[in-house]
Nanobody, 116 residues
Framework: QVQLVESGGGLVQPGGSLRLSCAAS????????MSWHRQAPEKQRELVAS???????AYADSVKGRFTISRDKSKNTLYLQMGSLKPEDTAVYYC??????????WGQGTQVTVSS
């Protein structure tokens, strides 16, 4: 069973930046897709950004131009660089991996709070 461990969350002021990391127990380049999702209080979990095994990326409209998803093969780690943060970005951020056609794994989540 693949394990994913997120880190990097915290409290940041509006307009600030933060980088989330998701360390995997296996080679992430073997996964079909990896992605970041977030869930704000009393809201449904939503897809924020994704990256395919071939390196193709996609973003939610709400974060385009502000967030960047990337990965490091040597560290088996997925990243989410977040900039120009807004209060509405406040949420628990989850890392997700589509490891096989039928398999998937979620991380435990990391809290991001944007507030002055």
């Amino acid at each position: 069973q693949v394990q994913l461990v997120e880190s990097g969350g915290g409290l940041v002021q509006p307009g600030g930046s933060l980088r989330l990391s998701c360390a995997a127990s296996e080679n992430i380049f073997n996964f079909y897709v990896m992605s970041w999702h977030r869930q704000a209080p009393e809201k449904q979990r939503e897809l924020v950004a994704s990256i395919t095994s071939g390196g193709g990326t996609a973003y939610a409209d709400s974060v385009k131009g502000r967030f960047t998803i990337s990965r490091d093969k040597s560290k088996n780690t997925l990243y989410l660089q977040m900039g120009s943060l807004k209060p509405e970005d406040t949420a628990v951020y989850y890392c997700h991996a589509k490891t096989t056609i039928v398999g998937e794994t979620w991380g435990q989540g990391t809290q991001v709070t944007v507030s002055s």
